[in-house]
T-cell receptor
């Protein structure tokens, strides 16, 4: 069965600092991985997804993620965050006709 | 031009009542979903429909009954509401329900059961 673990429930960073949000998955089948962002009081929207090919995936708003098969990880990174990046971030893995989400990581940007 | 819309945005009701949440997508997608997000932000799928047919039913109490009158709509009816039903419910859609398809989410309906 598919499972997704986000290692940090909250990540506080200062504005313009780099950030990494960690995600590990477990799967015995082909892996399709996603990062979604949920801004306050809104629905989720896709940041990026890994399907195949290059392990470095670039998404919207300057985010990127690296798929690492040997470490079963799909960590999300941004070199310089902005106040507007304050949100909940969800890692998800697709399998068996459904999307399985991690517990979410709350990213808080301090000025 | 909202892609996935839900009504109402907020729903406050008493225990034991019956309520419905409506969802519509104008993306021309074949597959629609209902998710429940609990107070700890954990997001879990409840149902998915492909072209009006039920595909996934994730051990949800039978007090929850989804209805899809056409492939652009997926409504959620909840009977005999309980305190534990309080959550944010998200509707989503995807092109064909394929493993690589992006899911597009609605803004959510915050249900509070008193």
């Amino acid at each position: 069965a598919q499972s997704v673990t986000q290692l940090d429930s909250q990540v506080p960073v200062f504005e313009e600092a780099p950030v990494e949000l960690r995600c590990n998955y477990s799967s015995s089948v082909s892996v399709y991985l996603f990062w979604y962002v949920q801004y306050p009081n809104q629905g989720l929207q896709l940041l990026l997804k890994y399907l195949s090919g290059s392990t470095l995936v670039k998404g919207i708003n300057g985010f990127e993620a690296e798929f690492n098969k040997s470490q079963t990880s799909f960590h999300l990174r941004k070199p310089s965050v902005h106040i507007s990046d304050t949100a909940e971030y969800f890692c998800a893995a697709q399998g068996a006709q459904k999307l399985v989400f991690g517990q979410g990581t709350r990213l808080t940007i301090n000025p | 031009d909202t892609a996935v819309s839900q009504t109402p945005k907020y729903l406050v009701t008493q225990m034991g009542n019956d309520k419905s949440i409506k969802c519509e997508q104008n993306l021309g997608h074949d597959t629609m979903y209902w998710y429940k997000q609990d107070s700890k932000k954990f997001l879990k799928i409840m149902f998915s429909y492909n072209n009006k047919e039920l595909i996934i039913n994730e051990t949800v109490p039978n007090r929850f009954s989804p209805k899809s009158p056409d492939k652009a709509h997926l409504n959620l009816h909840i009977n005999s509401l309980e305190l534990g039903d309080s959550a944010v419910y998200f509707c989503a859609s995807s092109l064909a329900g394929g493993w690589t398809d992006t899911q597009y989410f609605g803004p959510g309906t915050r249900l509070t059961v008193l």
